[in-house]
């Protein structure tokens, strides 16, 4: 089946440290990899996206890139802000399939 | 462009009391999800309808939870009756079309059953 594990968080750092958030996924067939992200009292955003091997996806400073050869989606910020506090989700999606398949979601706080 | 539109953003009921939740999806969009999030759970699919009608139920917990989607404009979530394992955030998503993976979210309607 397709599923999606996410580094388990909370994650707490300062303000411009670099931020990593691991994502690797099994998937049958060629799936699309996102990453949504969801601040408090809020509901989930598409943070960016990527639908093809080496694809990378950017996106308020944010990058991944979908690594086909380690299955990997992992999320990169070189500079937080306090901002950035929220829960990421990573999740993929296999063409012609209308489902998501969610991460358990990573809680970041960033400390000013 | 208006987002997904849920309503109430907040409830809190009496167990045994019927909820209704509401979404209004973007205009355009088909396909219209219904999740749930817990702690415990995360976030889990209640319920996928594509063209006005229900795909894939199979997330439903339990018949007390039904789900209409009378047009394309229109989506209800019900529970009937309410019990204090239900409390959770409802969220409503819509996307442009089967088969379009990105999906927009609604911001929740938070449910307390006492």
């Known amino acids: 089946g397709n599923s999606v594990t996410q580094m388990e968080g909370p994650v707490t750092l300062s303000e411009e440290a670099f931020l990593t958030i691991n994502c690797t996924y099994t998937?049958?067939?060629?799936?699309?990899l996102f990453w949504y992200v969801q601040y408090p009292g809020e509901g989930l955003q598409l943070l960016l996206k990527?639908?093809?091997?080496?694809d990378k996806g950017s996106n308020k400073g944010f990058e991944a890139t979908y690594r086909k050869e380690t299955t990997s989606f992992h999320l990169e910020k070189g500079s937080v802000q306090v901002s950035d506090s929220a829960v990421y989700f990573c999740?993929?999606?296999?063409?012609?399939?209308?489902?998501?398949?969610f991460g358990a979601g990573t809680t970041v706080t960033v400390r000013a | 462009d208006a987002g997904v539109i849920q309503s109430p953003r907040h409830e809190v009921t009496e167990m045994g009391q019927e909820v209704t939740l509401r979404c209004k999806p973007i205009?355009?969009?088909?396909?219209l999800f219904w999740y749930r999030q817990t702690m415990m759970r995360g976030l889990e699919l209640l319920i996928y309808?594509?063209?006005?009608?229900?795909?894939?139920d199979s997330g439903m917990p339990e018949d007390r939870f039904s789900a209409k989607m009378p047009n394309a404009s229109f989506s209800t979530l019900k529970i009937q009756p309410s019990e204090p394992r239900d409390s959770a955030v409802y969220f409503c998503?819509?996307?442009?079309?089967?088969?379009?993976?990105?999906?927009?979210f609604g911001p929740g309607t938070r449910l307390l059953v006492l």
């Open positions: 998503a819509s996307s442009l079309a089967f088969g379009t993976e990105t999906q927009y």
């Open positions: 998937a049958t067939g060629y799936p699309s």
């Open positions: 990527a639908t093809k091997a080496d």
């Open positions: 999740a993929l999606s296999i063409s012609n399939d209308y489902k998501l398949s």
């Open positions: 309808f594509n063209n006005n009608v229900p795909i894939d």
């Open positions: 205009s355009g969009h088909n396909s």
